[in-house]
Structure formats: structure tokens, C-alpha cells
């Protein structure tokens, strides 16, 4: 086992990182930016070594800075979490090159993988049902016009080496297909450095449905089941479940074969990620592979018991995958939902800002993964989520009414706006209680003016804690108990209580 590991992120998932280090006895490195000098994974960690200015790319996508960083400490091995380098077959190969240990696939299956037309023929080779679409990549309006009329429309037209949603288009006709390309090729240009795309058939009402899956070194791949991920906006994943409201037993054993022959067709070791798109008939099709862990694990681990980053680290190191896949089952149901500071009202655009009131949500059944604190900053550099909020229950139905109760309990406040409203919204909403939704379910039925309205009662909250604590003070000061001069001392989370019923 590996006695120090640098993890090459930042947040929530370099804390995670860094827990399961501590599970295992293994000392941790961090790696930050002048903008996250005070971070929760730099306060976590072991060691932390500064790498360069607030932007990414003068960072934490500084490939011989981390590298440095990681032979200054005597780390031999790198976790890259996800984003950032987590998929950069160059860095994978960078980090073997230093002569340490990259814990992730091999870079070989990255790059099989991360470019979207290749995977796909790979695919298509190894017997996995794809979308219809282009053979290869493509880069006129003309050759989208032909395959087009060879398929129908609508299509999609999307980057070959895109990714979260960018390089990514519905085309409905022909009328503003000319539009549609350039937008595309540009996007893809300036986003992935790539401007290459390629199209595929549009499935009507999708669902996003992924399966994890796992490989050791000697060839033992498994499924872990399926995630529920059509809750989407602009194409990024806000909630997530497991299991699937909308998959059969039957359904789940085939996808999660096909998942594995996906995975072996490629060699893969470690954590990865099949995404599928699936009809109203339950056909369901090849989107893509993440050659990483995903943010929504969590979800995963609720309902097998498993930790996917130990194992991550334990079969980096050799070992091999203590279980075969008939011992694996899955109990009960899992929700997460994606906890951004982010103004939903105005399309979800992001809204940082200073955190300064927090209280992470607690009791049965409640897990948080946070990379934040009372008093740190959500920056504008970065990806503005602030915690993933995970709950377990028996069935689907307790999981909701649990995750209700948990954001519900979620307080925060400061110069930032969040989207608890708009999580607190879909948890009410009949078409999710119901599991009658597809990825356009956002697009369809939110409307802010329906959402729920407690982020001014969270501020005021803020404000009345504040208050009392200030007051409270100057008492003291005159050596004078509060009780005397202001009457009755009131609890503050009883005036928070107050506040929360005129919801």
C-alpha cells in the first residue's frame, strides 16, 4: 500500500480523497491555488503545497507543478478526483513517466474513451447498441445535412472531445442547422481545444441512466448497478438516484452486462462510468464512458455499502477486487442532490460569494460531502458547488421525505445565493414524486415563481443570530446577564423556528 498520496483537486472531492487516505493509513497531499489558501483540503490534508495563481490553468492544470509538488513530498501516487486532469490521458502518463503511480485506467483506456467518435466505433466493434448517428467526425454543414437526411431529424450535434455539457446542440430542422455547426465547432475550438463534432439521433423523452463499473488489474470487472441521472439543466446532472425508478430488473441485469463488456473492451481498471441514454421503450443506447469517479458516487456507496475511493486506491496499488459480482446487491434507495451557489431563478447562473452562517443538515440516513466552511469563500474561479447532499431510506418514498427533512435543516447564508429552493421544489413536484420524468423535466416544469421562498428567511436568520450574539456581548461587557436588561434571553433557533412557519 502506498504510504503518501498528492491529490491533484481541490473541494469536496479532495476532502473525500483525503478521508479515505486517513482510513488507510496513508498520509495526504494537497495541492491549492493563492485563491484557495484557506481551504478546507488544505486545512485536511497532511502536507499542502502552493502551485500557482487563482486560475485553473496557472494551477491546478499545471502539470509540472503537481508533479513537483509530488516528488518535493515523496508522494508515489496521484489521485486526480474528477475534472482538472482526471481524464488527461498526458498526465496519466506524465505521472508513470515521474515514476509514480496514477490512480486511475490506464492511459490507453482514457484516450479510447475520452474522444466521443472513437469510443463510439469501439463500441459498435465490441457489440454495444450506440444512438444513430455519424461514423466519424465531421466539419461541414453539408456532411450534417446528409447525415441527417439519412437519420431524421431531430439530431444533436455535439464536440468529439466534449464533455459537462459544452459543445452540445439540439437541431429540431434544417433552418438554423448553418447556425447550429459553427456554434458547435466553436464552442468545441475554445472549450476542448478540438473543434471536431459529430452527430447522433435525437431520443425522444430520454433518460440518463449510468452504471458504475469496476476492474482490477487482472481483469475482474464488475457493475455496481445504475444511476437515475435525467434531472438535468443545461446538460449538468443536479439530482441523482439509485436505483432508477424507471428500470426494470430485467433492464438492470442487461445494462449492467453491457456496461461490462463496455469496460473490458477497453482494458479499463478502476472506477468508471457507462453512460446510457434510454427511450420511452426502455431501449437503451451507448452515450459515453467517464474514465474517473463520478461526483455522484455517493449514491452508489449508500446502496452497496461500498467506498469507491478505498477501492480506487487499494487496486491502484494492486489488489485485487475483494468481491464478485453475484455478492453485490443493492438496499434500499439513495438521493443526492447537487447543492450549488447558484441563482435558479435567473437561470442558474452562479452567484459566489463569502459564507458566513453555516449548518450542514444531520440525523438517519443524512450524508454531506463538502469542501466548504462557515467563513470560507465560494470563489468565481472555480465550480460554485457547495456540498452534495446524499440521503439513504428504505424505498424511494422515505429517501424523498428524508432529503426534505435534510434541506429543510440546510442552513446557509451570507453574500451568496444557492439553489436549495429550487432542490426544495423538485422534491414536492408530483412528475419526480412520481418518477415520470425525462432530461427535459427541468426545461418543462420549473418556473421560479413556483419554487418555495426561504432564502430571505435563511438571511434573516443569519442576521438575528448575529444580532443576538452582538447583543449578548455587550451585556457581558457591562456586566449585566442579557436576561436583565433585554428581558427573557430567547433562543435564536427558536426565533429561526418562527421565521421557518411562515414558509
Known amino acids: ?23 488507510l493509513g496513508i498520509e495526504s497531499v494537497a495541492v491549492y491555488s493563492e485563491a484557495d489558501r484557506a481551504a478546507l483540503h488544505v486545512r485536511e490534508a497532511d502536507y499542502a503545497v502552493l502551485v500557482g495563481p487563482a486560475p485553473a490553468s496557472q494551477s491546478y492544470l499545471q502539470t509540472e507543478r503537481i508533479l513537483a509538488a509530488a516528488k518535493e513530498t515523496g508522494a508515489e501516487a496521484i489521485h486526480p478526483g474528477y475534472g482538472f486532469f482526471s481524464e488527461n490521458a498526458g498526465f496519466a502518463r506524465a505521472v508513470e513517466k515521474a515514476g509514480m503511480t496514477f490512480i486511475g485506467p490506464p492511459p490507453d483506456a482514457i484516450v479510447a474513451m475520452g474522444d466521443k467518435v472513437e469510443a463510439r466505433k469501439v463500441m459498435i466493434a465490441a457489440g454495444v ?24 431529424y431531430p439530431i444533436m450535434v455535439k464536440a468529439a472531445a466534449g464533455g459537462g455539457g459544452k459543445g452540445l446542440r439540439l ?39 449510468e452504471v458504475q463499473v469496476f476492474a482490477d488489474k487482472a481483469g475482474n470487472t464488475v457493475h455496481m448497478f445504475e444511476r437515475e441521472c435525467s434531472i438535468q439543466r443545461r446538460h449538468q446532472k443536479v439530482v441523482e438516484e439509485s436505483p432508477s425508478p424507471f428500470v426494470t430488473p430485467e433492464m438492470r441485469a442487461k445494462m449492467g452486462a453491457v456496461a461490462v463488456q463496455a469496460a473490458k473492451a477497453v482494458k479499463y481498471v478502476g472506477a468508471g462510468t457507462i453512460e446510457f441514454l434510454a427511450d420511452a421503450d426502455r431501449n437503451f443506447y451507448f452515450l459515453e464512458m467517464n474514465t474517473r469517479i463520478q461526483v455522484e ?27 464478485k459480482q453475484s455478492d453485490l446487491k443493492q438496499n434500499g434507495w439513495a438521493v443526492e442532490c447537487r447543492i450549488y451557489a447558484e441563482d435558479a431563478a435567473a437561470g442558474f447562473v452562479p452567484a459566489p460569494g463569502k459564507i458566513e452562517t453555516l449548518k450542514f443538515p444531520e440525523g438517519p440516513g443524512v450524508r454531506n460531502d463538502a ?22 431510506g428504505s424505498s424511494r418514498m422515505q429517501a424523498i421525505e428524508r432529503m426534505r427533512r435534510a434541506l429543510a435543516e440546510f442552513q446557509i447564508a451570507g453574500e451568496l445565493t444557492t439553489n436549495l429552493d429550487f432542490h426544495r421544489w423538485i422534491m414536492t413536484h408530483p412528475r419526480f414524486l ?18 418555495p421562498v426561504t432564502e430571505d428567511l435563511d438571511r434573516i436568520a443569519a442576521m438575528v443570530l448575529a444580532a443576538h450574539a452582538a447583543q449578548t456581548h455587550q451585556n457581558h461587557s457591562h456586566g449585566q446577564p442579557a436576561e436583565t436588561q433585554q ?3 430567547v433562543s435564536p433557533w427558536k426565533t429561526r423556528g418562527r421565521l421557518g412557519s411562515l414558509r
Open 371 to 392: 469542501g466548504i466552511y462557515a467563513g470560507a469563500e465560494v470563489t468565481m474561479f472555480y465550480d460554485p458547488m457547495i456540498s452534495k447532499l446524499a440521503v439513504w
Open 129 to 152: 447498441p450506440v444512438v444513430p448517428g455519424s461514423p466519424d467526425t465531421l466539419e461541414t454543414e453539408e456532411q450534417v445535412r446528409e447525415i441527417a437526411d439519412k437519420i431524421g
Open 171 to 209: 437541431v429540431e430542422d434544417d433552418k438554423n442547422l448553418a447556425t447550429v455547426v459553427r456554434t458547435v465547432a466553436s464552442e468545441a475550438k475554445s472549450s476542448f481545444g478540438d473543434g471536431r463534432f459529430y452527430v447522433e439521433k435525437f431520443v425522444r423523452k430520454p433518460r440518463h441512466i
Open 434 to 451: 412520481a418518477g415520470d420524468f425525462d432530461t427535459n423535466f427541468i426545461n418543462q416544469e420549473w418556473h421560479p415563481e413556483a419554487a
Open 1 to 23: 500500500m502506498f504510504k503518501k498520496i498528492l491529490i491533484a483537486n481541490r473541494g469536496e472531492i479532495a476532502v473525500r480523497v483525503i478521508r479515505a487516505c486517513r482510513e
Open 487 to 489: 428581558g427573557p434571553r
Open 297 to 323: 458516487h455517493p449514491v452508489t456507496e449508500m446502496v452497496t455499502g461500498l467506498d469507491l475511493v478505498r477501492l480506487q486506491i487499494e487496486v491502484a496499488a494492486g489488489a485485487k477486487l475483494p468481491f
